[in-house]
């Protein structure tokens, strides 16, 4: 119930990405990240808009330039990520369902499902989640 979109998903990717090849002086292109990730690149430079703007990564120009996280990987949580690149929808719209006496029950659990979420991506790095991925990232 609880899916990543696209756009989520790229996120995390990018995000892991410049967690695995982390080093505070070390940009990664765009066209880096696609290439290892399989996201197309012209998505990723717009996520990576938003992961700046959230100031979780940071970016420099030039012919050796690209993004780097702003911290360390194991103090940026997949939460922050996930944040950075969601559009506002949180899950608890009703989409099209009449109004009825169970509405506001649905309503709840609906937020506590969000909530709970949240909380465990929370407690998830960046760090967590490379550790986690396939030796062939």
């Not at 940009?27 to 703007?53: C, H, M, N, W």
Request: hydrophobic share 40%; glycine share 8%; charged share 25%.
């Amino acid at each position: 119930m609880a899916q990543l979109g696209s756009k989520e998903e790229y996120a995390l990717l990018a995000a892991m990405d410049l967690a695995a090849n982390y080093g505070p002086e070390t940009p990664v292109s765009v066209q880096e990240i696609a290439e290892r990730t399989g996201a197309p690149a012209k998505f990723l430079s717009q996520i990576l808009l938003r992961l700046k703007d959230r100031a979780l990564v940071r970016s420099s120009q030039g012919r050796s330039g690209g993004y780097r996280l702003m911290r360390r990987p194991e103090l940026i949580s997949v939460a922050e990520v996930l944040e950075a690149v969601s559009s506002g929808e949180d899950g608890r719209r009703r989409r099209g369902l009449p109004d009825s006496p169970y509405s506001g029950a649905l309503d709840w659990l609906k937020k506590e499902m969000a909530d709970a979420r949240r909380g465990l991506l929370s407690t998830v790095t960046l760090a967590d989640f490379v550790q986690r991925a396939s030796p062939a990232a």
